[in-house]
């Protein structure tokens, strides 16, 4: 049995490597692009455009909303002893409780 071998060129691997590197780019300008809208939409009181997870945590005062996003999430707090939204990183994590001053 015969082996077919295939040779890419110079100019080929070239040409690949710079599809592929304005690959990665416009995917990060279009995700860097969607975190920019989802933040407005956040400002504006707006539900987030993709959401890949959702979670609902329940306390003896109230319930946090969260949502999960590409690399980004969103956290609505509607309890008697916290109040409000935070937008950021997938990382931020849920206070338990009001900051101490």
Do not use: A, C
Not at 10 to 36: A, C, E, R
Request: proline residues 3%; hydrophobic residues 40%.
């Amino acid at each position: 049995m015969g082996y077919l071998i295939i040779s890419i060129g110079d100019t080929m691997k070239k040409t690949l490597g710079i599809m592929l590197k304005v690959l990665i780019v416009t995917l990060v300008i279009m995700w860097v692009g969607l975190i920019v809208i989802e933040y407005s939409r956040y400002q504006n009181n707006e539900p987030m455009l993709v959401v890949l997870k959702e979670d609902t945590l329940s306390y003896p005062d109230g319930h946090v909303y969260v949502y999960y996003g590409l690399g980004y999430k969103s956290i609505t707090y509607e309890r008697t002893s916290l109040y409000g939204k935070e937008f950021g990183h997938i990382f931020i994590k849920v206070r338990e409780n009001l900051p101490k001053k």
